[in-house]
């Protein structure tokens, strides 16, 4: 599969401070580029990133709400991930910055799946773990069979 090349980046005035999040768009420093990263609330009664970490090769970069946010970083490979706050990942993905250019990436907090997309809808998820409603569901399931299977092995003859 082949991918179109990164669009350049719309100049913008006053200078940028690489790796913190700003809600506009913005010219990156020399040498480095600029990753576009859309979140969304998810389903959860908690917004994700109200619960969670957006984290750029483990250094925490602070995005205060859902949105689109601009984040600054050095030209290369980095890995880009979600992680709960405990630190365990819930999405994970890497990506190649190329100097100057725009990178999109839209983490889609879903209710079965979590996913992260590039700017051309291609999945470049590395990792996603199950939704916490998932989660909550085999888990109550599970728990369901053991209890209910248990007390038919426990207790075979209340059936008759």
Same mark, same amino acid.
């Given at each position: 599969?082949? @991918?179109?090349?990164? /669009?350049? @980046?719309?100049?913008?005035?006053?200078?940028?401070?690489?790796?913190?999040?700003?809600p506009h768009p913005i010219t990156p420093p020399?040498?480095?580029?600029?990753?576009? %990263?859309? &979140?969304?609330?998810?389903?959860? $009664?908690?917004?994700?990133?109200?619960?969670?970490?957006?984290?750029?090769?483990?250094?925490?970069?602070?995005i205060p709400g859902e949105g689109t946010w +601009?984040? !600054?970083?050095?030209?290369?490979?980095?890995?880009?991930? @979600?992680t709960d706050f405990m630190g365990v990942p %819930?999405?994970?993905? *890497?990506?190649?910055? /190329?100097? #100057? $250019? $725009? +990178?999109?990436?839209?983490?889609?907090? #879903? !209710?079965?799946?979590?996913? &992260?997309?590039?700017? @051309? #809808?291609?999945?470049?998820?590395?990792?996603?773990?199950?939704?916490?409603?998932? &989660?909550?569901?085999?888990?109550?399931? %599970?728990?369901?069979?053991?209890?209910?299977? #248990?007390?038919? %092995?426990?207790?075979? $003859?209340?059936? *008759?």
């Amino acid at each position: 599969m082949s @991918y179109l090349p990164s /669009q350049p @980046y719309p100049p913008m005035h006053g200078g940028v401070t690489p790796m913190i999040a700003y809600p506009h768009p913005i010219t990156p420093p020399p040498g480095h580029g600029v990753l576009v %990263v859309k &979140v969304n609330r998810g389903p959860y $009664a908690i917004p994700v990133t109200t619960s969670s970490r957006f984290k750029i090769d483990k250094r925490d970069v602070p995005i205060p709400g859902e949105g689109t946010w +601009h984040v !600054a970083v050095p030209a290369g490979p980095h890995d880009v991930r @979600y992680t709960d706050f405990m630190g365990v990942p %819930v999405i994970t993905t *890497s990506i190649a910055v /190329q100097p #100057g $250019a $725009a +990178h999109h990436l839209d983490f889609r907090f #879903g !209710a079965w799946r979590n996913r &992260v997309h590039d700017g @051309y #809808g291609t999945d470049v998820t590395r990792f996603g773990m199950w939704s916490n409603y998932t &989660v909550l569901i085999v888990t109550l399931v %599970v728990v369901g069979l053991c209890c209910c299977g #248990g007390m038919a %092995v426990v207790f075979p $003859a209340m059936g *008759s």
